[in-house]
T-cell receptor, first 115, second 118 residues
């Protein structure tokens, strides 16, 4: 059973460009979470999605950031008009369900560098 | 809102010795889960151990064990017989067990960097 897949692993964008980060959850997992890790910091929650639904986006910046988890295909975190402050590691995690305290399994992360 | 505090930015231990990493948290909830994650230089987040708040017994996983003090809101991680491969960032995390509007997020501390000296 393959783990959580994220691609690309490294992404370089110039200021003003768009960044698209992809996350394929583990097989059988229908819950996806995105976290951001700034240098020397812990992970900060951004958004929680189920298939075709955004459940909790309380950690998402109000502008330029969006996320989706379509019926088919990976979850996408999209950052429009990137700025230097967006440079960070973005982690995706998945879980099979919410009840019972199921662990969130993390992908390897995407390191975004904005030049 | 819940918060997690790790007061030790860095710790070091001699190989084969024991080290304890501290974590405190703040919550008004009675039911929740606590986790320790390890992040080696590869940056992959690896679950080390988890604890259900309703369980009084401290969780153990091989050389890793926790000291869970619910009243004190403390959740420390003890690593016994430390190995070079244990060197990593360690993050303490909290997750509510109460489903309120779908709040399933993990709340992380800032981490403790553990160095293991040969």
């Amino acid at each position: 059973n393959a783990g959580v897949m994220q691609n690309p692993r490294h992404l370089v964008r110039r200021r003003g460009q768009e960044a698209r980060l992809r996350c394929s959850p583990m097989k059988g997992h229908s819950h996806v979470y995105w976290y951001r890790q700034l240098p020397e910091e812990g992970l900060k929650f951004m958004v929680y999605l189920q298939k075709e639904n955004i459940i909790d986006e309380s950690g998402m910046p109000k502008e330029r950031f969006s996320a989706e988890f379509p019926k088919e295909g990976p979850s996408i975190l999209r950052i429009q008009q990137v700025v230097r402050g967006d440079s960070a590691a973005y982690f995706c995690a998945s879980s099979p369900r919410t009840s019972g305290g199921y662990e969130q399994y993390f992908g390897p992360g995407t390191r975004l560098t904005v030049t | 809102a819940q918060t997690v505090t790790q007061s030790q930015p860095e710790m070091s231990v001699q190989e084969a010795e024991t080290v304890t990493l501290s974590c405190t948290y703040d919550t008004s909830e009675n039911n929740y889960y606590l986790f320790w994650y390890k992040q080696p230089p590869s940056r992959q987040m690896i679950l080390v151990i988890r604890q259900e708040a309703y369980k009084q017994q401290n969780a153990t996983e091989n050389r890793f064990s926790v000291n869970f003090q619910k009243a004190a809101k403390s959740f420390s991680l003890k690593i016994s017989d430390s190995q070079l491969g244990d060197a990593a960032m360690y993050f303490c995390a909290y997750r509510s067990a109460v489903l309120q509007g779908g709040s399933e997020k993990l709340v992380f501390g800032k981490g403790t960097k553990l160095t293991v000296n040969p």
